[in-house]
Structure formats: C-alpha cells, structure tokens
C-alpha cells in the first residue's frame, strides 16, 4: 500500500481495522503535528498496519476487555514528528530507539518491528489518583499480556505500552517516588503479584 496523498486515500487508510474495536484512524492524532504542520502518516503503511494489528490484538483489546475503555493519548509517530519532539525536548526519544516503538512503520536495527501506543485506562484513573498505586496496573499487564515494554507517567497513569517481536518485559516509570526500573532485564521480578492488584481488582472490578 503507498503512502496516501488525497483525503480520500488517507480517509481509507483510517478506516482500517487493526481490531475489533480499533482503527488506523484512532493512533494517528498528533498535538505536534497538529500545531507545527507535520502529516503524521506512516511512509509505509503495511508495516503499520502489521504491527498495529498485533499491538490491538494481543495487548489493546484484552486489557479493554477486562477494565473497559481504553483511551488513547498517543500512538504512531512519524520519523518527522518523532524527530521534532526530540529536538524540541517535547518528550520523544531519538528516532533509533523509536523505530519498532512510537514509529511503527521503521524496523529497528535488527529488523523487527513493534509498535507502542501510549494509552489510559479510564476505569483505573480514580483508583490512582486516590492511592498513587500506578504499580497495580503495571503488575496485572505483567502477569496476563505479553507486553515488551511499559512506561508509566504522573498524569493519569497513562502510560506505553509495547508489542514487540524480541519482547524486554521492562516497567519504568516516572512516578516519583518509584521513578526508574520496576523490572526487566538484570532486575527480574519472578513469578505471579496478584497481591500487588489485589485491591485494585476489588475496587474496580
């Protein structure tokens, strides 16, 4: 598939199911591209669109299954967006360590593809911002999807959550005060938490 270059070419590439509930058209949204005049659409949509569909498929649809909406706050980066908020220190890392992650279509050096969206989870917001435990959440994910990497924030808890094809299984977070690596490779976390969601689950199901 080309990259589109008319409305209608692009509305049809929206219009794509990655998933039972989720389109192309719900990662695209950019504040970046919107305010600086960036197109936010993939150079080559196949490889988007492959990894999206395992990102929707396998982490996206059980985790709204089990706690309802999921919404999504930012997804799919072009190298040109991507670029631009690094070297506008607008919260985006170097497009190398991007690609396979924000920028689903690029490979990273090894040539695999992922995906990441960055996503919140509207039934669990109440529970956070009452207790602060954003770990109840990173630990459920850890325990029931295969996730390659997550990445929690202040705001809301939201936070990225990675497919990849060479899975890390790493949780940072900036959270203060448990800002930095919860686990992944060199700091293991063996076995099941379910005491660390324990009381999450009891609150909101």
Request: proline share 6%; with cysteine; glycine share 8%.
């Amino acid at each position: 598939m080309r990259q589109p270059k008319s409305v209608k070419s692009l509305e049809d590439l929206g219009r794509i199911r990655l998933s039972e509930n989720f389109f192309l058209r719900d990662f695209l949204y950019s504040e970046i591209a919107i305010i600086h005049g960036f197109q936010n659409i993939p150079d080559d949509p196949d490889l988007a669109i492959a990894a999206g569909k395992v990102l929707c498929q396998t982490l996206l649809e059980p985790l709204q299954a089990r706690f309802g909406r999921i919404s999504v706050r930012s997804a799919y980066r072009s190298p040109q967006v991507n670029h631009f908020g690094n070297i506008n220190k607008l919260n985006c890392g170097r497009n190398e360590t991007n690609f396979g992650g924000h920028i689903w279509d690029r490979r990273n050096a090894k040539g695999q593809m992922g995906a990441t969206a960055c996503i919140v989870v509207n039934r669990f917001v109440p529970y956070y911002e009452r207790t602060g435990d954003w770990e109840a959440m990173a630990w459920w994910v850890h325990d029931h999807l295969p996730y390659s990497d997550m990445e929690f924030f202040p705001k809301l808890a939201a936070f990225n959550l990675q497919w990849h094809e060479e899975p890390s299984r790493t949780i940072h977070s900036f959270i203060p005060p448990r800002r930095g690596k919860l686990t992944g490779p060199g700091k293991p976390w063996a076995g099941r938490h379910d005491e660390a969601y324990a009381a999450m689950l009891a609150e909101i199901g």
